[in-house]
C-alpha cells in the first residue's frame, strides 16, 4: 500500500516526505544519544549525531574538539 501511495506522489511530495522522514530518524538518533549520555548538552548531542552520520574518522578531523564523545 506504501509503495503504491509512493508512486502515485509528483517529485514535490515525495521530496516532502523524504525531509521529513530524514528528521523523524535524526530525532530518533538524538534521543537515543540522550538516553545513553544523559549528561549531554544540546551541542554534544548535535556532534554526536554528526559522527553517526559522517563516521569517526571525519567527524573527527572536522570537529577535533569533540573526539571525547560517542553516540
Do not use: C, N
Amino acid at each position: 500500500m506504501r509503495v503504491e501511495l509512493f508512486r502515485g506522489m509528483g517529485p514535490d511530495e515525495k521530496s516532502v516526505m523524504v525531509e521529513q522522514m530524514s528528521e523523524e530518524s535524526r530525532e530518533l538518533a538524538r534521543y537515543g544519544i540522550r538516553q545513553r549520555h544523559p549528561s549531554y548538552v544540546s551541542a554534544e548531542v548535535e556532534h554526536a549525531l554528526h559522527r553517526l552520520l559522517v563516521g569517526d574518522g571525519l567527524a573527527d578531523k572536522v570537529w577535533p574538539e569533540f573526539t571525547h564523545l560517542r553516540p
